[in-house]
């Protein structure tokens, strides 16, 4: 199975790219993961350039959103919201309307934050998003709260909390299998 990871920081070693690295190293057995780099390259979705011809990094997405078996949404928390590179992808993949890239997708919402919430408000934010654009989404999303505490030189060594990620993409699993 292929794993599209979408991950909302732009920032090279923020703690979401640390975790996003992570769920790359910790996908279970069957299940391959990417991480999608062009993020930072979409235009903000307009409907104006949603046509029979998109921009090229338009194009690129749709396509790699397409050939992904599932996708897993990795975004940092911004005012109680998804990060807008999350929130512009997931528009761009919605669309057009009832057959866009996500649609009928299993997901799985993760978040790493430095507040001791996990980035819970951008994570019900990205389910719900996932969920209008046509995703299934699984209902238990992951939060990494504190996470200035948990990551070391790299890696998520909480163990409570490894194992919380592996539950999560497990959900993953199970949906693709159902």
Same mark, same amino acid.
């Given at each position: 199975?292929?794993?599209?990871?979408?991950?909302?920081?732009?920032?090279?070693?923020?703690?979401?790219?640390?975790?996003?690295?992570?769920?790359?190293?910790?996908?279970?057995?069957?299940?391959?993961?990417?991480?999608?780099?062009?993020?930072?390259?979409?235009?903000?979705?307009?409907?104006?350039?949603?046509?029979?011809?998109?921009?090229?990094?338009?194009? /690129?997405?749709?396509?790699?959103?397409?050939?992904?078996?599932?996708?897993?949404?990795?975004?940092?928390?911004?005012?109680?919201?998804?990060?807008?590179?999350?929130?512009?992808?997931?528009?761009?993949?919605?669309?057009?309307?009832?057959?866009?890239?996500?649609?009928?997708?299993?997901?799985?919402?993760?978040? /790493?934050?430095?507040?001791?919430?996990?980035?819970?408000?951008?994570?019900?934010?990205?389910?719900?998003?996932?969920?209008?654009?046509? /995703?299934?989404?699984?209902?238990?999303?992951?939060?990494?709260?504190?996470?200035?505490?948990?990551?070391?030189?790299?890696?998520?060594?909480?163990?409570?909390?490894?194992?919380?990620? /592996?539950?999560?993409?497990?959900?993953?699993?199970?949906?693709?299998?159902?």
């Amino acid at each position: 199975m292929n794993v599209l990871i979408l991950l909302g920081s732009l920032r090279a070693d923020s703690f979401n790219a640390l975790l996003a690295r992570e769920l790359v190293e910790m996908m279970p057995e069957g299940m391959t993961a990417s991480i999608y780099d062009g993020l930072g390259e979409l235009p903000h979705y307009n409907e104006e350039l949603d046509g029979e011809v998109v921009p090229a990094p338009v194009a /690129a997405f749709r396509g790699a959103a397409d050939r992904a078996d599932a996708v897993v949404v990795v975004t940092p928390e911004y005012n109680g919201a998804v990060s807008s590179v999350i929130k512009n992808a997931l528009d761009w993949g919605s669309r057009p309307y009832g057959v866009g890239a996500l649609k009928g997708k299993p997901a799985v919402v993760f978040s /790493a934050t430095g507040s001791p919430r996990g980035g819970e408000w951008a994570r019900e934010n990205a389910a719900r998003i996932l969920t209008v654009a046509g /995703a299934e989404v699984a209902e238990d999303t992951v939060g990494i709260p504190s996470a200035y505490e948990v990551f070391t030189d790299g890696k998520l060594t909480d163990s409570h909390l490894r194992n919380r990620v /592996a539950e999560g993409l497990a959900q993953l699993n199970v949906s693709l299998n159902a």
